[in-house]
């Protein structure tokens, strides 16, 4: 099993170029089948969970080509609406392809993508849209199809601003009779950016990235050129390394717009930044400060997917924080490997209370979701001695060769692959 093997205690520094966003790429991806021609994507991160979806289009009929940043898909080959179980076993985000397909086809089947290890990720909210415009579904064991001959425009008030509930009722719309309104929608960067290239595909959207998003049906749609907007995650994750290292970088190639609630938490970390454009400079010269209360929740306020890297920074900090997850009823998992370095927190519910400790020490860690690898790898960094991620699978579903990019910054990072005898 891959393993990162990492030297803590030396600060980064340097500058580093921010890749594309993994949670716009793969409903863009998945939206790329509603107009049949050629799609040219541009600043794609090459990651498994990018892999996974080019396989699935692939399965559906298409043809895609990943090379450097760039992805062509060839959709106008596609034959089937039928994603293979044993793909959507391996992400969840294959679940996006629901909207588009029955859009496309009419019709479409899929499996119960299932939950995960930051909690139970249902997707009724997902039925409950693509019922509202017409769809008829049938669920039988974990195989849920959908028919609808036609779909037509409905008013639709979500129960959740679910993020994939938004873009697979905004991606089935858009072919729609008449118009769709979705009131309580997601707010996030990705979901602005999927409405962008589904307008530059020649769809009529209005709305994104406020609570109420408008659908004018349209009768087809064309492929098209599209650059990814950068990712904020991986962005607030270079963030927080450089500050727990006491080190300064400068990240290229990001918008700062996207990152505002961080940025406030962690200024209020003591974290010292510079912003001009698509620039950002970021040092954190003393011990950082305690920050009394976070809560993760829909953006634009602090995103869940930066809670555990952000708890790291607040274990080293001078106090008593305390972080509160109102997302995911299982992403504390972190907690006990960063206890194993040497962190003081208690979980209590849905709150992680954090008291500061002088110093981490390396250990052997086993990374359990992908944000709380990329939490365990910040630890390692700031650590004394040697630390061991193990299950860095995990990581490699949303951080493009982390290694290269740390280790670009001066980090004493790298990645051991096993030989086969062993
Ligand atoms: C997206 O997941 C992101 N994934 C997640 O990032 C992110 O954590 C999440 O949004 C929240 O910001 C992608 O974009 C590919 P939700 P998604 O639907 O769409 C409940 C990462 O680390 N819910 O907004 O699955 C659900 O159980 C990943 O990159 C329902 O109850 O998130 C959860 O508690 C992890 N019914 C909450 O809503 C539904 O039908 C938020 O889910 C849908 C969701």
Known sequence: MEKLVIEGGRPLSGTIQ??????????????????????????????????????????????????????????????????????????????????????????????????????????????????????????????????????????????????????????????????????NAAREPEIQDLQNFLNTMGADIIGAGTDTITISGVRSLSPCLYRIIPDRIVAGTVLVAAAVTKGGVTLERVNPAHLTSVIHVLRRAGVQFAIDGDIIQVSCPTRPKAVERIVTSPHPSFPTDLQAQVMVLLSLADGLSVIKETIFEGRFKH?????????????????????????LYGATVEATDL????????????????????????????????????????????RYTPVPSE
């Open 18 to 183: 921010i890749h594309g966003a993994k949670n716009a790429a793969l409903p863009i991806l998945a939206a790329s089948i509603m107009a049949s021609g050629t799609h040219k994507l541009s600043n794609v991160p090459d990651l498994l969970d990018i892999q996974v979806m080019l396989e699935i289009l692939r399965s559906l009929g298409c043809q895609a080509e990943h090379y450097g940043d760039t992805v062509t898909v060839q959709t106008s080959t596609a034959y089937s609406s039928h994603v293979p179980e044993e793909l959507m076993g391996q992400m969840r985000s294959s679940i996006f392809l629901m909207g588009p397909l029955l859009a496309r086809f009419g019709s479409v089947t899929v499996y119960q993508p299932g939950g995960c290890a930051i909690g139970e990720r249902k997707i009724d909210l997902h039925l409950k849209g693509l019922q509202a415009l017409g769809a008829k579904i049938e669920e039988t064991g974990n195989r849920i199809v959908c028919t609808a001959d036609s779909l037509q425009g409905a008013e639709i008030v979500l129960d959740f601003p679910s993020v994939g509930a938004t873009e697979n009722i905004m991606m089935a719309a858009v072919m729609a009779e008449g118009v769709t309104t979705l009131y």
């Open 371 to 414: 944000r709380a690898g990329a939490a365990l790898v910040i630890a390692a960094l700031a650590a004394h001695g040697t630390t061991i991620v193990e299950q860095i699978h995990h990581i490699d579903r949303g951080y493009d060769r982390i290694e290269e990019m740390l280790s670009g910054l001066g980090a004493t990072i790298k």
């Open 335 to 359: 907690v006990d490997e960063l206890s194993r370095m040497g962190a003081d927190i208690r979980v209590d519910l849905s709150s992680a209370f954090i008291r500061g400790v002088p110093r």
